[in-house]
């Protein structure tokens, strides 16, 4: 499966778990009911994946954490937010980098419409080996 087919089913649970749930709940809310919502639907999904920093060559344990991973393909950062900062859309371009990832998707449920709220980030770095390794 594609990183646009994944987000394609990703941005639809999530609009239909709006629709039943609607704005002003915790983050961890959304996580879980979405977690649940996708492996509902046959996708692999990961939660609160550790996201070590590599400096140096020294492993700095941040305490950073993938809110999800949707079939090791695409990161999911959930906010619930009165809006969305130029800061969440650097922290989530910083996981993909960090995880040599291609797509994201940063959804704040805190929104009369979702679609408001579902922003597309693309990880222009992302590198990949022609080997297949």
């Not at 809006?83 to 805190?110: D, E, M, R, W």
């Amino acid at each position: 499966m594609t990183e646009n087919e994944i987000s394609y089913k990703v941005i639809g649970a999530a609009i239909e778990l709006h629709k039943n749930l609607g704005p002003g709940l915790l983050e961890s809310v959304y996580e879980n009911a979405l977690a649940y919502d996708l492996r509902e639907a046959g996708l692999d999904v990961k939660q609160q994946i550790p996201m070590p920093l590599i400096y140096k060559e020294v492993n700095m344990d941040n305490g950073y954490r993938l809110d999800l991973l949707i079939e090791n393909k695409v990161i999911i950062e959930i906010k619930s937010v009165e809006s969305i900062a130029p800061v969440h859309f650097s922290q989530t371009l910083t996981y993909l980098k960090l995880s040599n990832t291609k797509l994201g998707l940063l959804i704040n449920f805190n929104t009369d419409k979702l679609k408001d709220g579902i922003h597309r980030i693309v990880n222009n770095l992302y590198f990949f080996s022609l080997s297949g390794s």
